[in-house]
């Protein structure tokens, strides 16, 4: 869902900016920090590459044991809509730190430092350190920002946004995430995985479904933006995908304990638009709408036809 949390920040917050006439450069900065933003709060996933590298034995790595110890802290306190409030309004804050009020940025350094803190007194030394990652990581977003003209309010804005749209996004691939934290009633709010179908691999395709809309909407409202007619960039070669429907009995019937063997062969699917041979006739830039949008359709395609033939042979 990597993807998903950016895009569909970026969606929202880029619609929002064009719909209030903002320049397309500037609505599209806006989309871009409110997707990083989205992305934040899996900076915990640093944890489990600093415990597996720490206990490192052997030279292979297997996934059990990467989310054996990822989910020790994953979708955990940077998850939570408290502290994505909370980190907001402290980033938002230390953007301001160079306006006429220096006490705003000391505001904000003291809203982020407690943050840290807080985390660490209820939670333990761990956790409070990927706080630590996260609220650095986010100044450096901040910092970013303000090199294309953000300020304060859009900081507020696209944080806000982002910070709190991503737990929602990771409710159809696991466990709800912590998202009180650290109130003492965060039990019953969305308590669990959210099921598109009782068929875990339905559900699976439904979840996959529900990402490959959002990079759709994604590169439509750039394209929007950017005057292009999306029709014209997908070689024909994109109807290939459709092949990908034989898959369905030659790897495992996938699920989101198993997802691994569809996922990568599915996107693999994309291959598909890298270009045959390169015209002379054409930009770069027209060339790689060209191959991002051939790519897309042709897993779009892929995906719709593995789902078509499950549904008729296997489900």
């Known amino acids: 869902m990597f993807a998903g949390h950016f895009l569909a920040a970026f969606v929202l917050a ?23 933003f989205a992305m934040l709060p899996d900076i915990d996933m640093l ?20 989310w054996d110890v990822a989910n020790e802290i994953h979708r955990g306190a940077t998850h939570s809509l408290v502290v994505g409030l909370v980190a907001s309004t402290g980033f938002a804050a230390w953007c301001a730190r160079d306006g006429n009020d220096p006490r705003i940025g000391t505001l904000g350094e003291l809203i ?14 761990a956790p409070g350190a990927v706080v630590a990652a996260f609220v650095l990581g986010g100044v450096g977003l901040v910092t970013l920002g303000e090199r294309v003209g953000l300020g304060p309010r859009a900081v507020l804005a696209t944080g806000g946004l982002g910070l709190l749209s991503h737990p929602f996004g990771d409710v159809f691939a696991g466990p709800s995430p912590a998202l009180l934290y650290p109130l003492p009633f965060n039990a019953g709010l969305l308590n669990g995985q959210v099921l598109l179908h009782p068929d875990p691999t339905l559900h699976l395709l439904g979840a996959f479904f529900i990402e490959i809309a959002t990079i759709w909407a994604g590169l439509l409202i750039v394209a929007r933006l950017q005057g292009w007619r999306l029709s014209r960039h997908i070689n024909r070669r994109a109807a290939l995908g459709v092949a990908y429907a034989g898959a369905v ?32 006739r054409q930009d770069r ?23 078509v033939t499950y549904l008729v042979f296997l489900s």
């Open 14 to 36: 880029t619609s929002v900016a064009a719909w209030r006439g903002w320049p397309d450069e500037r609505a599209l900065a806006v989309g871009a920090m409110a997707g990083a």
């Open 47 to 66: 944890y489990a590459v600093a415990g597996l590298v720490g206990s490192l034995e052997g030279v292979f790595i297997t996934s059990d044991a990467f």
């Open 249 to 280: 009995f030659v790897i495992p019937v996938p699920t989101i304990e198993v997802a691994s063997p569809f996922v990568f062969s599915v996107l693999a699917v994309g291959f598909i638009g890298t270009p045959v041979r390169s015209d002379r």
């Open 285 to 307: 830039s027209t060339q790689v709408v060209d191959a991002v949008t051939t790519a897309l359709s042709a897993v779009t395609l892929a995906a719709a036809a593995y789902a």
């Open 112 to 125: 982020l430092g407690s943050l840290v803190g807080v985390v660490t007194l209820v939670s333990g030394i």
